[in-house]
């Protein structure tokens, strides 16, 4: 009787990845579970490249949702299905962020202007815009650095970059903006781009409402001048999806903002 037993299981630092799948045997079974270091949800796919003499307790390729912050999330066991053969299986998989399979976009939900100011800013690149837009639902609005930026919607924070102080019109600055990004309560994210150095007001974790205060615009990036870049993004295999937004307005309507136009 010959039994062997083949494992692959990179922990996911070493690829620059960050959830991680691992397994635990027991006497008949393989379990595997996942954790996760961060504050919104991962979808995982589990496949399994070799799978002889083998059982599974979900049909594979399998995928599954990471619960954020999971320390030790069950996803599916293995055992071996006839005890005189040989047996083995080699596993894989990959992730996403975000909840791929149960994310919807209400595109009337009303989200707030991102940010609180005295007067109304203008829209100076709308949807699709040429200069830097293209294929993206993204929307800049002119805005002197120093500007109140505020969340458009309820969430929690996950990911935050506040150190860099240089900007610039050429692509060399790309990785240089700070930015704050949110998990919304839909499972959508919110990304506030360009803020000013330092100019972070929360923690990575931490649960804002629509309208709190979030950060100090600035220009730090890739950015002509100083403005508030927002979009809305769907969790996605690998691309970037964005969705369109509409606007609780001061006089009360709820509108798709236009390039061109100012809106408080
Ligand atoms: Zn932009």
């Given at each position: 009787m010959k039994y062997?037993?083949?494992?692959?299981?990179l922990p996911?630092?070493?690829?620059g990845q960050e959830v991680e799948v691992f397994s635990e045997r027991t006497d008949s079974t393989i379990n595997f579970y996942a954790r996760s270091p961060y504050y919104c949800h991962y979808t995982v796919e589990i496949k399994f490249d070799a799978f002889e003499n083998m059982q599974s307790?979900?049909?594979?390729?399998?995928?599954?949702?990471?619960?954020?912050?999971?320390?030790?999330q069950?996803?599916?066991?293995?055992?071996?299905?006839?005890?005189?053969?040989?047996?083995?299986?080699?596993?894989?998989y990959r992730f996403d962020q975000g909840d791929l399979p149960n994310t919807k976009h209400d595109d009337a939900y009303a989200y707030y202007l991102p940010y609180s100011s005295p007067r109304s800013h203008t829209l100076v690149q709308g949807y699709f815009g040429k200069f830097s837009h293209a294929n993206t639902h993204a929307l800049d609005f002119e805005m002197p650095e120093g500007t109140t930026i505020?969340?458009?919607?309820?969430?929690?924070?996950?990911?935050?970059?506040?150190?860099?102080?240089v900007g610039g019109t050429s692509p060399e600055f790309i990785d240089k903006g700070n930015y704050v990004l949110i998990y919304h309560d839909d499972g959508t994210f919110g990304s506030y781009f360009h803020l000013k150095q330092n100019?972070?007001?929360?923690?990575?974790?931490?649960?804002?409402?629509?309208?709190?205060?979030?950060?100090?615009?600035?220009?730090?990036?890739?950015?002509?001048?100083?403005?508030?870049?927002?979009e809305v993004l769907l969790p996605s295999n690998g691309v970037k999806l964005t969705v369109p937004t509409k606007f609780l307005l001061k006089n009360g309507q709820v509108e798709s903002l236009q390039e061109g136009k100012s809106y408080r």
């Open positions: 062997w037993f083949l494992y692959w299981l996911l630092q070493l690829l307790s979900l049909p594979v390729p399998a995928t599954l949702v990471i619960e954020p912050r999971a320390t030790k069950f996803l599916l066991s293995v055992w071996q299905k006839e005890k005189s053969k040989a047996w083995k299986y080699k596993f894989n505020i969340a458009a919607r309820d969430g929690v924070v996950i990911k935050t970059k506040y150190d860099s102080n100019g972070v007001k929360v923690n990575i974790g931490q649960q804002v409402k629509r309208g709190e205060v979030i950060g100090i615009s600035g220009n730090t990036g890739w950015s002509s001048a100083p403005h508030l870049h927002f």
